[in-house]
């Protein structure tokens, strides 16, 4: 048995060497533009055009405070948090209840009306956005947040709901059997016994919507045509006309875009990580 495990260490050993390197290949990969990006933000214009793909040299905001007066990017940073966090909270609140109840309520009907919901993932958004746009203009929600809102929500329920019913699947039906012999609600059971068992996955679900929300460019260009409301990715979009050659400003805008983003991430870690953990995705 030694002489064996001593045969096998050594492979072993070569396949964790090798499984560290290439993970350390792909996040230096990954890491790269992100590093580039927050470099070239902190040159002065002077470095940004001797040296454009180096690291800093000198220390600056110059850049960041363009992006912020020129740019306005603190008004698209703005209206990118009144788009998003309304339609995450709403897309992740219906999400869980909507997972909830296809994945724990017996009601008639229940199959056919989850895969009509999870059709709405195998339909394109190219293929419905022009009706859209006159379906919101006859509503009078055109060049409105609120219609805005509704078109980010609605775009994640189906993936949401899918998600939320996978992981509500995976827990132990003994739990609610238990709250209901106990004489509980169907809202006492889902607020006060699934609904924290569920954290980790509204966690990871949060940051999928957040994230996708968030960076969306096509929704806002269409349905904001007035341009009283511009997100940062269509402000950074505009705000890039005529700027090829000045990067330094490009480059900021680019971090103001991705910075709440990898804060959010970073604050929501540990739930995501224990959403895959668990089993979030299991179908």
Same mark, same amino acid.
Do not use: C, H
């Given at each position: 048995m030694t002489a064996a495990t001593s045969r096998v260490?050594?492979?072993?050993?070569?396949?964790?060497?090798?499984?560290h390197a290439l993970l350390i290949v792909l996040s230096l990969l990954t890491l790269f533009p992100v590093i580039?990006?927050?470099?070239?933000?902190?040159?002065?214009?002077?470095?940004?055009?001797?040296?454009?793909?180096?690291?800093?040299?000198?220390?600056?905001?110059?850049?960041?405070?363009?992006?912020?007066?020129?740019?306005?990017?603190g008004s698209y940073l703005l209206d990118s948090v009144l788009l998003t966090v309304p339609s995450t909270a709403l897309a992740v609140v219906l999400s869980t209840m909507g997972g909830y109840a296809f994945a724990r309520l017996p009601f008639p009907g229940r199959s056919v009306a989850f895969y009509l919901?999870? !059709?709405?993932?195998?339909?394109?958004? $190219? @293929?419905?956005?022009?009706?859209?746009?006159?379906?919101?203009?006859?509503m009078g929600l055109l060049d409105t947040l609120i219609g805005v809102v509704l078109v980010l929500t609605s775009t994640g329920l189906s993936f949401g709901t899918f998600f939320m019913?996978?992981?509500?699947?995976d827990l132990p039906e003994e739990l609610d059997q238990a709250a209901r012999i106990d004489g509980a609600s169907e809202a006492r059971i889902f607020t006060q016994v699934m609904l924290p068992l569920a954290t980790p996955g509204i966690g990871t679900l949060t940051v999928f919507t957040f994230l996708q929300n968030w960076n969306n460019f096509l929704v806002p260009l269409l349905y904001l045509p007035?341009?009283?409301?511009?997100? !940062?990715?269509?402000?950074?979009?505009? $705000? @890039?006309?005529?700027?090829?050659v000045d990067i330094g400003p490009l480059a900021a805008g680019a971090l103001i875009t991705i910075l709440p983003v990898v804060v959010l991430f970073i604050g929501l870690q540990r739930q995501v990580t224990e959403g895959f953990l668990s089993g979030a995705v299991k179908g």
């Open positions: 260490s050594p492979r072993r050993r070569t396949g964790t060497m090798s499984r580039l990006i927050v470099s070239t933000t902190l040159k002065t214009r002077q470095d940004v055009k001797v040296n454009p793909f180096g690291l800093f040299s000198t220390f600056s905001f110059e850049n960041l405070e363009r992006a912020w007066t020129v740019g306005d990017f919901v999870v !059709l709405g993932l195998l339909v394109p958004f $190219f @293929a419905y956005m022009i009706p859209l746009y006159f379906q919101l203009r006859s019913r996978a992981f509500f699947s007035g341009g009283e409301y511009r997100p !940062l990715t269509t402000g950074l979009y505009l $705000f @890039a006309g005529g700027r090829s």
